[in-house]
């Protein structure tokens, strides 16, 4: 592995083991039940990230007619001179050098880690736009007119309710689900008053949130 590979693996990884260890935490400090179910759930989704991330990590390994053990020391312990192709990583670049080909979501979210879990999630299937706040996430729209949009309710400058007003302005047919961390029945109701679509908690369940997108689109 080539230092520049070993570099963006790491990278690559720094998230999900980020992930892992903020929602065990979590689970440590929280008695409710459904609290901790819901944890255990993102930290089983990032767990199978990180375990793909290895397993592309050993599919870069040059083959050796050696035993496998003594391959796996030599490709750990040096670099292979003419490193083969990684058989996940071109995909994944071409899939990138092909946006059109994706989905284009927009993600208001002013947590990075909150942004960095969603983006883990869903950068395969879908092409991406960050937007850090409430106004940024209009220019945002209006310039790039995406598919769906995910609207974190408390930011900065200007908030979910007040974004999705500013949107609606401009589009009523753009699906817009809120992401949020309110449990109140008052603030459900709220969220589909202000034209959100639908609303997803937090911690993000990773499988309602793919059902819930693929709603829409």
């Given at each position: 592995?080539?230092?520049?590979?070993?570099?963006?693996?790491?990278?690559?990884?720094?998230?999900?083991?980020?992930?892992?260890l903020?929602?065990?935490?979590?689970?440590?400090?929280?008695?409710?039940?459904?609290?901790?179910?819901l944890?255990?759930?993102?930290?089983?989704?990032?767990?199978?990230?990180?375990?793909?991330?290895l397993?592309t990590?050993?599919?870069?390994?040059?083959?050796?007619?050696?035993?496998?053990?003594a391959?796996?020391v030599?490709?750990?312990?040096?670099?292979?001179?003419?490193?083969?192709?990684?058989?996940?990583?071109?995909?994944?670049?071409?899939?990138?050098?092909?946006?059109?080909?994706?989905?284009?979501?927009?993600?208001?979210?002013?947590?990075?880690?909150?942004?960095?879990?969603?983006?883990?999630?869903?950068e395969?299937n879908?092409q991406?736009?960050?937007?850090?706040?409430?106004?940024?996430?209009?220019?945002?729209?209006?310039?790039?007119?995406?598919?769906?949009i995910l609207?974190?309710?408390?930011?900065p400058?200007?908030?979910?309710?007040?974004?999705?007003k500013?949107?609606?302005?401009?589009?009523d047919?753009v699906p817009?689900?809120?992401?949020?961390?309110?449990?109140?029945?008052?603030?459900?109701?709220?969220i589909?008053?202000?034209?959100?679509?639908?609303?997803?908690?937090?911690?993000?369940?990773?499988?309602k949130?793919?059902?819930?997108?693929?709603?829409f689109?």
């Amino acid at each position: 592995m080539t230092k520049e590979q070993l570099e963006a693996f790491l990278k690559n990884i720094r998230t999900p083991l980020n992930m892992i260890l903020e929602y065990a935490r979590q689970i440590a400090e929280t008695d409710n039940g459904e609290t901790r179910r819901l944890y255990a759930g993102i930290i089983e989704t990032n767990s199978t990230l990180l375990q793909q991330l290895l397993k592309t990590l050993d599919n870069e390994q040059p083959s050796d007619p050696a035993p496998a053990p003594a391959a796996s020391v030599q490709a750990v312990s040096q670099p292979a001179p003419v490193p083969p192709p990684a058989p996940a990583e071109p995909k994944k670049e071409m899939i990138r050098k092909e946006p059109g080909d994706r989905p284009t979501l927009l993600i208001a979210e002013d947590n990075e880690n909150n942004y960095l879990l969603l983006q883990a999630l869903l950068e395969d299937n879908y092409q991406l736009i960050h937007a850090w706040d409430g106004v940024e996430a209009v220019e945002l729209f209006k310039e790039h007119q995406p598919r769906l949009i995910l609207m974190d309710i408390s930011m900065p400058r200007m908030d979910g309710y007040e974004a999705t007003k500013e949107i609606r302005k401009v589009s009523d047919s753009v699906p817009i689900i809120a992401v949020t961390a309110y449990a109140f029945a008052s603030d459900r109701e709220r969220i589909m008053e202000i034209g959100f679509n639908s609303y997803i908690s937090k911690p993000i369940d990773s499988i309602k949130l793919e059902n819930e997108i693929l709603r829409f689109l």
